[in-house]
């Protein structure tokens, strides 16, 4: 892996504070083809070598939802054995999060070495003051979303005092509409609820998953960003009525956190060669010169 120099403060805002990895969907199954078509198990190593070309450490690695398609024990042991190993190379803690193709005790056992039950699958994280509470928004036996009364005042619970870089929710039904319409048969329910419990609070985004295509919105006030899915992606250059599936688009989130803001950059899995880049020892010559200086050579018109 390519090492970078570290981050150099060019403009008005200093480096983000934390870096987080957004992962969504990668539907492993125990074994073949995904819907007999699409390699989720090779879409999600390539996946995880982008991840690592980036030269990024992520202060966490977030995989919200829909980390197998069937729930099946192999399919949990074989993403463990993906995902672990390039974490522990970053030095990053995994998040997993429940989707609505998981189950609740297979993923327990297999992902948390947990014991086997039907509770909900949640967690708080400290990413150096910044607070990031993972929920599960499944419903056993279905695939609509929701937040039973039990959760929703957990987390109010835990949001009553405030982190010192606030908090970011990960769940996977994401509080948002879609305009392709099974999405929203298959919507998260109670977000009235969430909503009264999320304004007002230190919540500063949500990440989540499930709809297969990267977009954002906002939420009681909060942005929220959804990650596209490692495993395939939906074609929306069709009909809303008609989108569904492609082997294409793959991408994952870098999610930086700033003092004031935070953003999320789409990064796609593709393979393409890159352009000329500018070098550590170039990085190092703008770093010593005079903003002036530096607006001189990189901003004047030529």
Known sequence: MTTTPGPVQF?????????????????????GLLGGRFDSAANLTVTLAAVERTGVRPDAIVVTGDLTDLGE???????????????????APIVWVAGNHDERPALRAGLLGAAATEQPVTGVWDLGGLRLIALDSTVPGWHHGDLDAEQLAWLRDELRTPAPAGTLLALHHPPLPSHVPLFDILELRHQDELA???????????????????????????????????CYTMNLQRP???????????????????????????????????????????????????????????SRKR
């Open 73 to 91: 024990p192999d399919a949990y042991r074989a993403l463990r054995d993906a995902v672990e190993p390039v974490a522990e190379r970053l030095g």
């Open 240 to 298: 809303p009525a008609e989108v569904n599936g492609m082997d294409a688009g793959q991408s994952f989130h870098l999610v930086h956190v700033y003092d004031e803001t935070i953003t999320h950059s789409v990064v796609p899995v593709v393979a393409a060669e890159t352009a000329d880049f500018f070098s550590d020892e170039w990085v190092a010559r703008m770093s010593e010169l005079t903003p002036q200086e530096r607006l001189e050579a990189f």
């Open 196 to 230: 009264d419990i999320v304004r007002g609070s230190d919540v500063r985004g949500i990440l989540a998953g499930h709809l297969h295509y990267s977009t954002h919105g906002s939420f009681a006030g909060v942005p929220v960003s959804v990650a596209a899915a490692t």
């Open 11 to 31: 403009g008005r805002y200093a480096p983000a504070a934390r870096t987080i990895v957004h992962l969504s969907d990668t539907h492993l199954v125990g074994s």
